[in-house]
């Protein structure tokens, strides 16, 4: 099986760094010319190379920084917590027929809003959060069992449109 093409471009990148030459690259890859590299081979390379990468300073592991993971703390302890604020999140794009995160995430406000009086999701107090994902779960489940609504453009021949 043969490595992921980000595997492969993550290769390249740590074969930059670290000026390793193509003959050295090639010998450690097994590389056919082609440009494949083996999985197995590919993973143990990284794992290798981003140590070496580490150790010489020109590289540095990152964790990802999750949506809402930047909300002050000292003053988050009665507010509903980033992984509550993910989950709602998650389940108002399951809701949402909006079309880009703009309209989603005014959408969202709006529903905030009307239904529990809340100015915005970073706004919901801890124990709100459980009813507003409580809300939102139903309101999944109710979409789940009404049939999906069909638009009639009369296209009928009794409406005298073509066929």
């Not at 009665?78 to 703009?102: M, N």
Request: proline share 2%; with cysteine; hydrophobic share 40%.
């Amino acid at each position: 099986m043969n490595a992921s093409l980000a595997q492969v471009k993550l290769l390249r990148l740590l074969k930059r760094k670290l000026s390793i030459t193509d003959e050295e690259y090639n010998a450690a890859t097994n590389c056919d010319g082609e440009g494949t590299v083996e999985l197995k081979t590919a993973q143990k390379l990284i794992i290798k190379w981003k140590h070496q990468a580490i150790a010489k300073g020109i590289w540095e592991n990152r964790t990802p920084v999750l949506k809402y993971d930047n909300l002050p703390k000292h003053t988050r302890a009665k507010f509903a917590t980033p992984e509550q604020l993910r989950k709602i999140d998650g389940l108002w794009r399951e809701i949402s027929h909006a079309k880009t995160e703009k309209e989603r995430e005014t959408a969202l406000k709006v529903f905030l809003q009307r239904r529990f009086k809340i100015l915005s999701i970073e706004a919901i107090q801890r124990d709100h959060a459980a009813k507003v994902i409580i809300t939102l779960n139903a309101m999944i489940e109710q979409a789940k069992d009404k049939p999906q609504r069909t638009l009639d453009i009369g296209l009928s021949k009794k409406a005298g449109g073509k066929v």
